[in-house]
Protein backbone atom coordinates (compact mmCIF):
# COMPACT_ATOMS: atom_id res chain seq x y z
CA UNK A 1 0.00 0.00 0.00
CA UNK A 2 1.06 3.47 -0.87
CA UNK A 3 0.78 6.66 1.33
CA UNK A 4 -1.10 9.06 0.37
CA UNK A 5 2.08 11.17 0.03
CA UNK A 6 3.34 8.81 -2.33
CA UNK A 7 0.39 9.27 -4.05
CA UNK A 8 0.55 13.30 -4.26
CA UNK A 9 3.63 12.61 -5.37
CA UNK A 10 2.79 10.37 -8.15
CA UNK A 11 -0.31 13.01 -9.17
CA UNK A 12 2.00 15.62 -9.41
CA UNK A 13 4.34 13.85 -11.47
CA UNK A 14 1.76 13.18 -13.89
CA UNK A 15 0.30 16.27 -14.32
CA UNK A 16 4.00 17.37 -15.23
CA UNK A 17 4.83 14.77 -17.57
CA UNK A 18 1.62 14.70 -19.12
CA UNK A 19 1.08 16.35 -22.47
CA UNK A 20 -1.47 19.54 -22.64
CA UNK A 21 -4.63 19.24 -23.84
CA UNK A 22 -5.79 21.19 -26.91
CA UNK A 23 -7.92 24.07 -24.89
CA UNK A 24 -4.84 24.71 -22.51
CA UNK A 25 -2.76 25.19 -25.69
CA UNK A 26 -5.42 27.24 -27.26
CA UNK A 27 -5.67 29.16 -24.09
CA UNK A 28 -2.38 29.81 -23.91
CA UNK A 29 -1.76 30.70 -27.05
CA UNK A 30 -5.07 33.13 -27.25
CA UNK A 31 -3.01 34.87 -24.02
CA UNK A 32 0.07 35.80 -25.88
CA UNK A 33 -2.02 36.79 -28.53
CA UNK A 34 -3.86 39.44 -26.44
CA UNK A 35 -0.51 40.53 -25.40
CA UNK A 36 0.81 40.92 -28.67
CA UNK A 37 -2.85 43.03 -29.49
CA UNK A 38 -2.18 44.77 -26.76
CA UNK A 39 1.10 45.84 -27.03
CA UNK A 40 0.50 46.79 -30.98
CA UNK A 41 -2.48 48.75 -29.54
CA UNK A 42 -0.13 50.80 -26.91
CA UNK A 43 2.39 51.24 -30.10
CA UNK A 44 -0.67 52.70 -32.36
CA UNK A 45 -1.58 55.05 -29.15
CA UNK A 46 1.78 56.04 -28.99
CA UNK A 47 2.08 56.83 -32.58
CA UNK A 48 -1.16 58.95 -32.22
CA UNK A 49 -0.11 61.29 -30.00
CA UNK A 50 3.61 61.82 -31.10
CA UNK A 51 2.05 62.61 -34.16
CA UNK A 52 -0.91 65.19 -32.44
CA UNK A 53 2.20 66.45 -30.67
CA UNK A 54 4.22 67.05 -33.79
CA UNK A 55 2.55 69.88 -34.30
CA UNK A 56 1.20 70.09 -38.40
CA UNK A 57 2.37 67.07 -41.15
CA UNK A 58 4.89 65.24 -41.48
CA UNK A 59 6.87 64.88 -45.23
CA UNK A 60 10.48 62.70 -44.48
CA UNK A 61 11.28 63.39 -48.67
CA UNK A 62 12.69 65.95 -51.02
CA UNK A 63 9.41 66.80 -53.39
CA UNK A 64 10.88 67.87 -56.97
CA UNK A 65 8.87 71.21 -57.91
CA UNK A 66 8.28 70.98 -61.93
CA UNK A 67 6.93 74.72 -62.38
CA UNK A 68 7.40 77.94 -61.03
CA UNK A 69 3.48 78.00 -60.36
CA UNK A 70 3.95 74.86 -58.23
CA UNK A 71 6.69 76.54 -56.36
CA UNK A 72 4.82 79.43 -55.35
CA UNK A 73 2.22 77.92 -54.42
CA UNK A 74 3.95 75.41 -52.28
CA UNK A 75 5.54 78.49 -50.47
CA UNK A 76 1.88 80.46 -50.31
CA UNK A 77 -0.35 77.40 -49.35
CA UNK A 78 1.68 75.73 -46.72
CA UNK A 79 1.11 76.31 -42.83
CA UNK A 80 2.54 79.13 -41.22
CA UNK A 81 4.50 77.36 -39.10
CA UNK A 82 6.13 74.65 -41.63
CA UNK A 83 9.76 75.72 -42.40
CA UNK A 84 10.83 75.24 -46.50
CA UNK A 85 13.57 74.93 -47.78
CA UNK A 86 14.12 75.14 -51.81
CA UNK A 87 16.96 74.16 -53.81
CA UNK A 88 17.42 75.68 -56.73
CA UNK A 89 19.70 73.57 -59.00
CA UNK A 90 20.58 71.98 -62.24
CA UNK A 91 21.99 68.83 -63.03
CA UNK A 92 25.75 69.22 -64.25
CA UNK A 93 26.66 72.04 -61.87
CA UNK A 94 29.32 71.60 -59.55
CA UNK A 95 27.83 70.83 -55.72
CA UNK A 96 24.34 70.13 -56.91
CA UNK A 97 24.05 66.71 -56.62
CA UNK A 98 25.73 66.80 -53.34
CA UNK A 99 23.15 69.20 -51.88
CA UNK A 100 20.23 67.12 -53.41
CA UNK A 101 21.75 63.53 -51.55
CA UNK A 102 22.39 66.07 -48.65
CA UNK A 103 18.73 67.45 -48.25
CA UNK A 104 16.85 63.98 -48.94
CA UNK A 105 19.18 62.53 -46.00
CA UNK A 106 17.94 65.36 -43.63
CA UNK A 107 14.73 65.13 -45.21
CA UNK A 108 14.07 62.02 -43.38
CA UNK A 109 15.83 63.28 -40.23
CA UNK A 110 13.87 66.42 -39.91
CA UNK A 111 10.02 65.05 -41.15
CA UNK A 112 8.08 68.53 -40.12
CA UNK A 113 10.33 70.68 -42.35
CA UNK A 114 9.61 70.47 -45.97
CA UNK A 115 12.21 70.00 -48.34
CA UNK A 116 12.04 71.09 -51.88
CA UNK A 117 13.48 71.04 -54.83
CA UNK A 118 12.96 73.02 -58.59
CA UNK A 119 15.04 73.20 -61.47
CA UNK A 120 16.27 76.43 -62.40
CA UNK A 121 15.27 77.04 -65.46
CA UNK A 122 11.77 75.34 -64.51
CA UNK A 123 11.24 78.42 -61.87
CA UNK A 124 10.42 81.17 -64.43
CA UNK A 125 12.76 83.13 -63.03
CA UNK A 126 15.90 81.77 -64.66
CA UNK A 127 17.28 84.81 -65.39
CA UNK A 128 17.56 85.64 -61.83
CA UNK A 129 19.44 82.05 -61.09
CA UNK A 130 22.21 82.14 -63.69
CA UNK A 131 24.02 79.12 -63.25
CA UNK A 132 27.23 80.92 -61.28
CA UNK A 133 24.98 81.20 -58.39
CA UNK A 134 23.65 77.78 -58.05
CA UNK A 135 23.57 75.52 -56.21
CA UNK A 136 20.51 78.45 -53.91
CA UNK A 137 19.17 77.07 -50.84
CA UNK A 138 16.22 79.61 -50.15
CA UNK A 139 14.48 78.85 -46.63
CA UNK A 140 10.63 79.86 -46.22
CA UNK A 141 8.32 80.21 -43.14
CA UNK A 142 4.93 81.06 -43.23
CA UNK A 143 4.78 82.54 -46.77
CA UNK A 144 7.72 85.08 -46.31
CA UNK A 145 12.16 83.75 -47.38
CA UNK A 146 13.96 84.14 -43.79
CA UNK A 147 17.12 83.17 -45.56
CA UNK A 148 18.86 82.66 -48.48
CA UNK A 149 22.21 81.37 -49.58
CA UNK A 150 23.76 81.98 -53.01
CA UNK A 151 26.58 79.41 -54.32
CA UNK A 152 26.06 77.77 -51.08
CA UNK A 153 28.64 75.08 -52.09
CA UNK A 154 30.89 77.57 -51.30
CA UNK A 155 30.16 76.92 -47.81
CA UNK A 156 31.57 73.53 -47.42
CA UNK A 157 35.08 71.46 -48.37
CA UNK A 158 35.39 70.40 -51.86
CA UNK A 159 33.20 66.80 -50.81
CA UNK A 160 29.99 67.53 -48.49
CA UNK A 161 27.68 65.48 -46.70
CA UNK A 162 24.33 65.71 -45.12
CA UNK A 163 26.04 66.40 -41.51
CA UNK A 164 27.09 69.40 -43.09
CA UNK A 165 24.43 70.76 -44.79
CA UNK A 166 22.67 70.21 -41.73
CA UNK A 167 25.52 72.01 -39.29
CA UNK A 168 25.28 75.49 -41.44
CA UNK A 169 21.56 75.38 -41.40
CA UNK A 170 21.88 74.80 -37.50
CA UNK A 171 24.58 77.67 -37.30
CA UNK A 172 21.78 79.66 -38.84
CA UNK A 173 19.13 78.52 -36.96
CA UNK A 174 16.95 77.20 -39.73
CA UNK A 175 16.29 73.84 -38.20
CA UNK A 176 13.94 72.54 -35.93
CA UNK A 177 15.26 70.11 -32.85
CA UNK A 178 15.65 66.51 -34.51
CA UNK A 179 12.96 64.56 -33.59
CA UNK A 180 13.39 61.89 -30.78
CA UNK A 181 12.04 58.91 -32.25
CA UNK A 182 9.74 57.97 -29.22
CA UNK A 183 8.59 54.34 -31.15
CA UNK A 184 11.92 52.77 -30.91
CA UNK A 185 12.56 53.98 -27.60
CA UNK A 186 8.25 52.14 -26.50
CA UNK A 187 10.17 48.91 -28.40
CA UNK A 188 13.10 48.77 -26.72
CA UNK A 189 11.08 49.50 -23.31
CA UNK A 190 8.85 46.69 -24.46
CA UNK A 191 11.41 43.94 -25.06
CA UNK A 192 12.83 44.82 -21.24
CA UNK A 193 10.02 43.92 -19.71
CA UNK A 194 10.11 40.63 -21.89
Known amino acids: MSSPQSRNG ?3 KERVSRKM ?5 ELIHKEKED ?13 DMHQKLSFGP ?3 FVY ?4 GEQFLETIEKELKITTIVVHIYEDGIKGCDALNSSLTCLAAEYPIVKFCKIKASNTGAGDRFSLDVLPTLLIYKGGELISNFISVAEQFAEEFFAGDVESFL ?3 GLLPEREVHALEHTKIEEEDVE
Open 21 to 25: SIQEY
Open 58 to 60: RYG
Open 64 to 67: ELET
Open 35 to 47: ENCLRKYRRQCMQ
Open 170 to 172: NEY
Open 10 to 12: KDS
